[in-house]
Structure formats: C-alpha cells, structure tokens
C-alpha cells in the first residue's frame, strides 16, 4: 500500500470519525404560527401537528408545512366545562379528542371521546364512562385506541377499581370494539419522580402507532407493548426505570420498529446554565434497557422534546420560535452507556377481548 493510499484512508477515517461525533442536522424544519408556552406538549400525530388548550377546549392541528388546518372550540349544551386529556390524529386528518364535561362545578365529571372531521366539524361525541381515555393513537385501518382508567363509586366515592383493561379499540363510529391489556399484567414498576402512586398503568404514559403495530409505554409501571391492530399483542417488555429525576415527556415508535422516549430533569450545579437537561433514549428491545443518545441540537437553541415520528424520521418541538424538525433515525448516533437494566422477564402477554357498544 503506497503511503498516498494510506494516508487517504487514515484520512477517511478521520473524517467519519468527526461526522459521527457530531448530532445530525434536521433533515428538514418548518415554523409553527403559534407559541403553546403554558400548554400541554404539542403531539405529531398521523402525519399531522395537534396541539390543544387545556382550559379553554380548543384544538389545533397544522400539516407538515406548518399550514393551519382546524382551529375547533369544543363545547356541548349545559355543559359548563370541558377539559382536554389528549388528541390524535387518523393519516386523513380525522382528530380524536379524550377529555371531560362538568355542568356543576366539577362535582359530576364525564369522560368524553369527540370525534373532528379533517373539516373542523364535530362529527360525534361518545360517553365513555366509567372509562377515562387519557391518550390517544389512530391505527393504520382507522380505528382509535384508547390508554386510560376506570372508576367506580363506592360508598359515594370514585376510587380505581383493582383490575380493568387499559386499552380500548373504537371503531370509526365511535363503536367499542375490545379491551385489552388488564391492569393485572403489568408490573408493579419502579419508584421514579414522576411515577404517581396508587394510580393505574397509564397515568404517565404513551400510546403511538405506525404501520400496522400500537405501541404503548407505561412510564408508572415500566412495561411497554406493542399490538397489532386487530388486538393481538406483538410483544411486551419490562423497561428499565429513566434515571433519577428524569420525566419522560415523549415517545415515538418508528416504521422499523424502534421505540424512542425523551425526557428532561433540572440541571444540576456544574452543567451548563439552562434551566432543563435534555436527554434521549432508545429502548433496547433485547434487554429492557434505555440506551441514551446525543439529543440533537439546532444551532443555539435545543430541541425541547420528542413528539412523534413520520414513517422512520423522529419529529421535535421546539421553542422560541415554535418549530418542527424532521431527524432520520439515529442509528448512527454511537449510544451512550445503557441505563439500567429491568428485572428479569417478559410482561406476560394478555388476551384482548370483545368490546360492548358503548351509550
């Protein structure tokens, strides 16, 4: 080998050895034509933006050049207040909204599902008690599934019953179609700062989908699963706990099938001067660890968090000025050390069943 080949090739090297070390650049970014400051975390959904405002019932949704397309004030007769808890979006633009109607202060509180046409009408509203969907995620045929709780009353008092299913399958028309995954399946989780006690799987958690699976993470319990969408569990994995003051804020399952959950927790003294710690993680389907991986930067500013993913591309929010940005997905990205590990053993896979016809 002449000495020109050898230093072409050291020089090869070198260069890839820079361009790994480096987080990658947006394959593309689009600005958004609102600020969500002091609002829930805006989700990418279906191939569009949903965002919502909490108090005042307003849904947004936006295409991926940043177009608005709705702007929908929900509301119902004698209703006082509606509460939204989530929105998703079906890959024709149809949005799905879980929230709550109170007409007495809160003291009579009703979990509601409204259905939005790619229009901007509401085109039906369904009563879900005593099902309480808080997320959300449309399946590739155009069914809607629902992560949430169940009530009873007892003596006078709302409490969780012991064991329910978490998920629920709605058909186009709002029809139930099965539940599924019971409470009893998942484990019992491991103590984090966001991890709320006493409260079922999916008081923190997330429901995505793309392609023909549904993915859904309980951060409370430390299980994730994925289904197929006539209900069939793919798979289920313990995960590992997120470190120590970490809230996972994101999640996003890829067409290839990698599952991909980012966080934040104060900065510690010696970090630099920003006021969160950024961190993003890819879950290790072989073990249950979460492997973290540089989060990608975009210029000064960084990425605020993962919304979502667009076939293999992860999508980010990010905010001053409020913006999307398209990355592919890192495989190339060197992980960094794996945190943790699960305990031992696979979530043992429930068995769906067929749903009633909801009121």
Known sequence: MSARTLAFLLLCSFTQL??????????????IPRDFTGQPLPAFSGGFLLAYDFERAIVWSYDRTGKTLIEVPLSLPEVKRIQIWDAAASLDGTVAVSGSATNDGGWTTVPLVFWVSPGGKVARVVRTEPFAATALAFSSDGTLWAAGRAHEI????????????????????GRLLRTTLPRGAFPAGV?????????????????????????FYSENTNAYFELSPSGGVLGSWRVAAPPEGVDILGAALT???????????????????????LFLYVLDKSSGALREIDFPQQGPQ???ALIGSDGDDLVFYSKPPASLSWFATPTGWAPNSPVGAPRAGPVVPPRSRPGLSPR
């Open 18 to 31: 820079l361009m790994e070390a480096q987080p990658p650049l947006p394959k593309r970014a689009v600005q």
């Open 154 to 173: 007892v003596d006078g008092i709302y409490r969780e019953p012991p064991e329910y299913d978490v998920l629920r399958q709605y058909d186009a028309q």
């Open 191 to 215: 103590r984090t700062r966001a991890t709320i006690a006493g409260a079922g799987p999916a008081a923190s958690a997330f429901l995505m989908a793309n392609g023909d699976r549904i993915g």
């Open 255 to 277: 067409s290839s099938g990698s599952v991909f959950l980012s966080g934040q927790r104060p900065q510690r003294p010696g970090e630099p001067t920003t006021e969160w710690k």
């Open 302 to 304: 960084r990425a605020t």
